[in-house]
């Protein structure tokens, strides 16, 4: 149980276009998602914190109008790169937090979407 | 943010041969976590730590949250070539549950 997937595992599109990532609790329901990105070589950083029916919470220098999320259910959020440039090309993972009374407890990752703008 | 110094960055071992790594803060945390990722995944979690002092085991898997709770170390025993992979340790702002600050990573080679 607690199994979290992200579509597409990866992506490689043109600079200026956008790109949406999906994270799917599968077997759990989670209010609240974080999504993350990880730089080759370097360690995951938290973007923002993604709460079900609610606005997310951005981390400091992370730009809400270019990274949009919406949180539209209990099993799915997603992340959408807007307008793309190369120096967006990372490594995005999210996790999911599992909800009260649920039967495995914890905070869950995705396995990562390797975006590539050219 | 709040900084986790992690250390070695990197370790290449032989198989067989044991290994440590270790993290530490300024600042007092409630909870320690170890996560493993392997190439092209997202990071599972080995060890949760959530009293300060406490030593816990998972299998080949040893993790200790410092009794000053602003550092934590896990050790690895006989190591074996599928343990390669990066070794991160992280905190959470009350439990497992929040939102994570991750540090730099341990990258570990074992060889055959």
């Known amino acids: 149980g607690a199994v979290v997937s992200q579509h597409p595992s990866r992506v490689i599109c043109k600079s200026g276009t956008s790109v949406k990532i999906e994270c799917r609790s599968l077997?759990?329901?989670?209010?609240?998602m974080f999504w993350y990105r990880q730089f080759p070589k370097q360690s995951l950083m938290l973007m923002a914190t993604?709460?079900?029916?609610?606005?997310?919470?951005?981390e400091q220098g992370v730009e809400k109008d270019k990274f949009l999320i919406n949180h539209a259910s209990l099993t799915l959020s997603t992340l959408t790169v807007t307008s793309a440039h190369p120096e967006d090309s990372s490594f995005y993972i999210c996790?999911?937090?599992?909800?009260?009374?649920?039967?495995?407890?914890?905070?869950?990752f995705g396995p990562g979407t390797r975006l590539t703008v050219l | 943010g709040q900084q986790l110094n992690q250390s070695p960055q990197s370790m290449f071992i032989q198989e067989g041969e044991d290994v440590s790594m270790n993290c530490t803060s300024s600042?007092?945390?409630?909870?320690w976590l170890w996560y493993k990722q392997e190439p092209g995944e997202g990071p599972v979690l080995l060890i949760a730590?959530?009293?300060?002092?406490e030593l816990t085991s998972n299998g080949r898997l040893t993790a200790q949250f410092g009794i000053t709770r602003k550092d934590s170390f896990l050790n690895i025993s006989a190591s074996i070539p599928s343990d390669v992979g990066i070794y991160f340790c992280?905190?959470?702002?009350?439990?497992?549950?929040?939102?994570?600050?991750f540090g730099q990573g341990t990258i570990l080679t074992v060889h055959p």
């Open positions: 996790s999911a937090r599992t909800s009260g009374g649920a039967r495995v407890r914890g905070q869950f």
């Open positions: 077997d759990f329901q989670a209010t609240t």
């Open positions: 993604s709460n079900e029916g609610s606005k997310a919470t951005y």
């Open positions: 600042s007092i945390f409630n909870t």
């Open positions: 730590l959530y009293k300060a002092g």
């Open positions: 992280a905190h959470a702002g009350g439990t497992s549950y929040g939102k994570l600050t």
